[in-house]
Nanobody
Framework: QVKLVESGGGLVQAGGSLRLSCVAS????????IGWYRQAPGKQRELVASIWSGGNTNYADSVKGRFTISRDNAKNTWYLQMNSLKPEDTCVYYC?????????WGQGTQVTVSS
């Protein structure tokens, strides 16, 4: 069983920064991909950033150059550094762990960017 716990969300002004953290417990050493998704009310959950098992990263076009995903293996934690935040980044952010067909989600953390 995999458990993911996010933290770091909050309220920030446009142009500000936040860092989200996701602490994983359970058998998470092997994975296909870990990452961050977000979901706004009434919209589908979308991929923000991910790290593949080979180390490659990918980002949604809307966050490229502003967000950075990273991982601390020793702490079994991954992060999403979000800079130059915009009001349209306001969403609930979820971390995710996936191995083949198995995918686990955190409970979500709210990020609100005021204009």
């Amino acid at each position: 069983q995999v458990k993911l716990v996010e933290s770091g969300g909050g309220l920030v002004q446009a142009g500000g920064s936040l860092r989200l953290s996701c602490v994983a417990s359970g058998s998470t050493f092997s994975f296909s991909a870990i990452g961050w998704y977000r979901q706004a009310p009434g919209k589908q959950r979308e991929l923000v950033a991910s790290i593949w098992s080979g180390g490659n990263t990918n980002y949604a076009d809307s966050v490229k150059g502003r967000f950075t995903i990273s991982r601390d293996n020793a702490k079994n934690t991954w992060y999403l550094q979000m800079n130059s935040l915009k009001p349209e980044d306001t969403c609930v952010y979820y971390c995710s762990w996936r191995l083949g067909p198995q995918q686990y989600w955190g409970q979500g953390t709210q990020v609100t960017v005021s204009s």
